[in-house]
Structures are given as C-alpha cells and as structure tokens.
C-alpha cells in the first residue's frame, strides 16, 4: 500500500542551527512534491513545491531537495529561528491523488 | 490578501445530528478542496472539485458524507448522522489549478468538529 513517513514526530533544535526534515514514500509516484508549514488550530500554510525533474529548490532559508530514486525528499531550514518552530507536512499528488504525511512537529530552542 | 473563508470555526454536536461546513474559496480559483485532519495526522483528501464537478471522492464516507459546489464557487460538506469518529478538524483549501499545471493550495482555518 501506498505510504509516506515523515521522520520522527519531533525534532528539537538549538536556535541557529539547520532542521533537516525527511518525507519517505513507498508505492507512489509522485509528479511533485509540496512543503506546507501548519502551526496549531490553523490551515496549513504552502511553503515550497518541486517538480519531479527538479533535485533541489530554495527559497530564502529555505531548502528542498527531491531525489525519486530513493523516494526521498529533505527539507532544510537554515539559520534556524525560534519562530520556525511548528509542524511540517510534506504532500504529494500525481492525477489529482493528493497525499499528506503525517508531520514533523519542530521546536527551536532559543 | 485574499484568503479562503470557512465557517463555523467551531462545532459541538451530539451523535446522530446533522452538521454542515462551508467554504468559500478564494476567487478565482477553480479548484476546491475539503480534507478531514485528525489530531496528530495530516489532512486526508476528503472531496475534489473543479469548478462545480467532482474530481475525486473516493474517500469520502458517501453513506453519511455530501458535498456540494453549486455554482462553482462555495462548497457544503454535510454529515448525517454524526458519529463519534467524525471529531476532527475539516479543512477546506483552494487552488488556481486548472488542467494539468500545478500549483500550491490555499488553506482556509478549519472547522473543529466535537461529537459528543
């Protein structure tokens, strides 16, 4: 069955430092790939998207690298600040079959 | 900004009783979508419109769950009779989608359902 995990419930780091956050899939091939950031009792908030064809993309402190061989994608967060702190979901979707993990809950610590 | 609007943001019922969300997506956009978000899991797809069709609803509960978008612009998801299960967070998200491109989807603030 189709399946993705996200690494660990939570990751805590110290403020300044990179958050590396991992998406796995098995069964599923995805046309891309998105990052929404969800903070509590709210709506996801869309971050960055990457293309099946696509290894890496950035936005400010932002990273995202997808490699379709190890059915993998990493989210880096450089710089990190206590205000990043939150839940990260990763989501895929080919032919409108859209797919959520389950998050990443991250705290950065000041 | 423009943003996604849903209403209420908080509903108690008991089992049994019907309940119904609404969404009103950004303008513009085509795409409309309503997921159910369990506490500690992430959205699950629950219903997809494009414009006034649906997409997909494969996972929606059709013995008790309904949908609707009318005209192509708001959307309805109704539930009766509630059950205890069906405690969550509905999220509603919008997206300029159309055809084949890709693009990012706007969420709305949810509705948090308790059924006691």
């Known amino acids: 069955s189709q399946k993705i995990e996200q690494n660990s419930e939570a990751l805590n780091i110290q403020e300044g430092k990179t958050a590396t956050l991992t998406c796995n899939y098995t069964?599923?091939?995805?046309?891309?790939l998105q990052w929404y950031r969800q903070d509590p009792g709210r709506g996801p908030v869309f971050l960055l998207l990457?293309?099946?064809?696509?290894k890496e993309k950035r936005k400010e402190r932002l990273k995202v690298t997808f490699d379709t061989t190890l059915k993998q994608s990493l989210f880096h967060i450089t710089a990190s600040q206590p205000a990043d702190s939150a839940t990260y979901l990763c989501a895929l979707e080919n032919n409108n079959d859209m797919r959520f993990g389950a998050g990443t809950r991250l705290t950065v610590k000041p | 900004e423009a943003e996604v609007a849903q209403s209420p943001r908080y509903k108690i019922t008991e089992k049994s009783q019907a309940v119904a969300f609404w969404c009103d997506p950004i303008?513009?956009?085509?795409?409309l979508y309503w997921y159910r978000q369990i506490l500690g899991q992430g959205p699950e797809l629950l219903v997809q419109f494009q414009d006034e069709s649906v997409v997909d609803d494969s996972q929606l509960p059709k013995d008790r769950f309904s949908a609707e978008r009318l005209k192509g612009v708001d959307s309805t998801l109704k539930i009766q009779p509630a059950e205890l299960g069906d405690s969550a967070m509905y999220l509603c998200?919008?997206?300029?989608?159309?055809?084949?491109?890709?693009?990012?989807?706007?969420f709305g603030p949810g509705t948090r359902l308790t059924v006691l």
């Open positions: 998200a919008s997206s300029p989608r159309d055809g084949n491109s890709y693009n990012e989807q706007f």
């Open positions: 303008s513009g956009h085509a795409t």
């Open positions: 069964n599923y091939s995805p046309a891309y």
């Open positions: 990457i293309r099946e064809n696509e």
